[in-house]
């Protein structure tokens, strides 16, 4: 199960923290993944973590601006987003897979296996 918070409304410029918690699962080497989708747009990667290492991985528009961390001892995920532009309007997903996703498919949502229930993110200009 995924259990997804945070999101909501934000000026440009402003920051936010999306968190998603994992349970149930097995494997100690699982990956999380952050996916957005904005209205009319297909569904986007925005940033993953692989328990495997302690990981992050990021798609170009979020670099420098997004941090993927992992809460320590737990299976949880935190995105914190500083400096959000209109252009991170979206409802974003967290995604799960039991297991480790190979770097050259961490951007494919079907590497994961598992999906949160979307929270929204709204940033006004």
């Known amino acids: 199960q995924l259990q997804a918070s945070g999101g909501g409304l934000a000026q440009a410029g402003a920051s936010l923290r999306l968190s998603c918690e994992a349970s149930g699962h097995t494997s100690n080497a699982w990956t999380m993944g952050w996916f957005r989708q904005a209205p009319g747009k297909e569904r986007e990667f925005v940033a993953a973590f692989r328990r495997s290492g302690n990981t992050p991985f990021y798609s170009d528009s979020v670099k420098g601006r997004f941090t993927i961390s992992r809460d320590n001892g737990k299976s949880t995920v935190m995105l914190k987003m500083i400096s959000l532009q209109p252009e991170d309007t979206a409802v974003y997903y967290c995604?799960?897979?039991?297991?480790?996703?190979?770097?050259?498919?961490?951007?494919?949502?079907?590497?994961?296996?598992?999906w949160g229930q979307g929270t929204e993110v709204t940033v006004s200009s």
């Open positions: 995604a799960f897979r039991d297991g480790q996703v190979i770097v050259s498919a961490i951007r494919r949502d079907d590497q994961y296996t598992y």
